[in-house]
């Protein structure tokens, strides 16, 4: 079963810095993520963008105009059969969501401050003695989590630790 969290930031700027942390981390084989999504809330307008890592639209049109182009192949017009394969690609792209529930996200993300932003963590395993300090150097307010309280309790207990690791003035 995958683990929620959602930690808000002061800036998207810090937020990208978090995501990118966590999809290195993805490639260590530390963390194995389901999903990561940055949300802003625009300084300008307030409005709420979402910043997905994956694309399904894209993904859905390349695959697709290869398949396309394939069986195109088969029938003697491959252009052809990329076009409708990107088409219909990019059509079922859009059709899938997976992940963390979009409308959650813009929900939760109201409460934020425009001009600040938060990452959305789908977690499926993580080695949390290796992962937590490392993005506990970010900062940031954890603002929910699908954990139970204990588990919760232990997370932001080694938060505190790994801050307190890094600035020995902030441990007296």
């Not at 800036?11 to 990208?16: E, G, Q």
């Not at 990118?20 to 993805?26: A, Q, Y």
């Not at 300084?43 to 182009?69: M, T």
Request: avoid cysteine; charged fraction near 25%; charge should be negative.
């Amino acid at each position: 079963m995958s683990n929620l969290f959602v930690i808000a930031y002061d800036d998207l700027a810090t937020a990208d810095q978090v995501r990118d942390k966590l999809l290195s981390m993805n490639r260590e084989h530390l963390v194995e993520l389901e999903d990561i999504v940055v949300v802003e809330r625009r300084e300008k307008d307030g409005k709420i963008k979402l910043h997905q890592a994956v694309n399904h639209v894209g993904n859905g049109a390349v695959g697709g105009a290869l398949w396309g182009s394939v069986i195109g192949l088969l029938f003697l017009v491959p252009f052809l059969g990329a076009a409708v394969g990107a088409a219909a690609g990019a059509a079922g792209g859009a059709a899938v969501d997976t992940g963390v529930d979009d409308n959650f996200m813009k929900e939760l993300s109201a409460n934020l401050r425009p001009g600040a932003a938060a990452v959305f963590v789908l977690v499926k395993t993580a080695a949390r003695d290796r992962v937590v300090p490392e993005i506990a150097k970010f900062g940031g307010q954890l603002v929910q989590t699908s954990l139970s309280k204990e588990d919760e309790a232990h997370v932001k207990e080694m938060v505190k630790q790994a801050l307190s690791d890094d600035d020995p003035a902030a441990a007296s």
